[in-house]
């Protein structure tokens, strides 16, 4: 890479209104979940949209943005996990660390059950996140104590649906726990 394509520090001003849409962007996912207005956004942020769309070139990159530290907590906690001597176990205890992070913002699900393609800078925490649960996975299946045909999209997409649940209005939030604890319950190895 030539010294004149090499990523280049952002501008003070340019660093300053991202963090700016950030924070706005936070605020409005908190009051009206993900699919709150991008325009009020760049608006509470004091830019133009032009703005928001050149830092976030997509409601899902913006998205994943805010929730970037989440995502490399989950990542972080995967890795961890890999180590730990119960596999199923560190499956279930990963995957409800997905679910509560999915459950952070309302419509937030939908984003994590199809985050933006890797080439996609901002998708990046989130392919790590959900590559550390598949590792995590895998692992689980290798010991015996998952069932052979598991798959970790699978299981991802399933992770998502029960946050979906959760974000219903009028629902217990203690169910998404017992959702998972069936669901995991119910990929088990068979027994020999």
């Not at 929730?67 to 961890?80: A, F």
Request: charged fraction near 25%.
């Amino acid at each position: 890479m030539s010294p004149t394509t090499a990523a280049r520090p952002r501008r003070a001003d340019a660093a300053r209104n991202r963090e700016l849409l950030l924070r706005a962007a936070h605020a409005a996912f908190t009051e009206r979940g993900v699919t709150a207005s991008l325009d009020d956004v760049a608006r509470a942020a004091g830019v133009g949209p032009g703005t928001l769309y050149r830092h976030f070139p997509t409601r899902d990159a913006l998205v994943l943005a805010v929730i970037d530290d989440g995502l490399t907590d989950i990542h972080r906690l995967g890795t961890e996990l890999l180590a730990a001597g119960d596999p199923l176990g560190a499956v279930r205890e990963w995957l409800r660390a997905y679910i509560e992070q999915g459950a952070i913002y309302k419509g937030l699900a939908a984003t994590l059950a199809s985050p933006p393609s890797p080439a996609d800078g901002a998708a990046s925490t989130c392919d790590q996140a959900r590559k550390a649960g598949a590792a995590l996975i895998v692992r689980a299946v290798e010991k015996g104590v998952l069932r052979a045909d598991v798959d970790p999209d699978d299981l991802l997409d399933m992770a998502a649906a029960i946050t979906w649940v959760g974000e219903q209005p009028d629902r217990d939030p203690a169910r998404c726990r017992r959702l998972l604890d069936v669901f995991v319950d119910g990929l088990r190895a068979p027994v020999s």
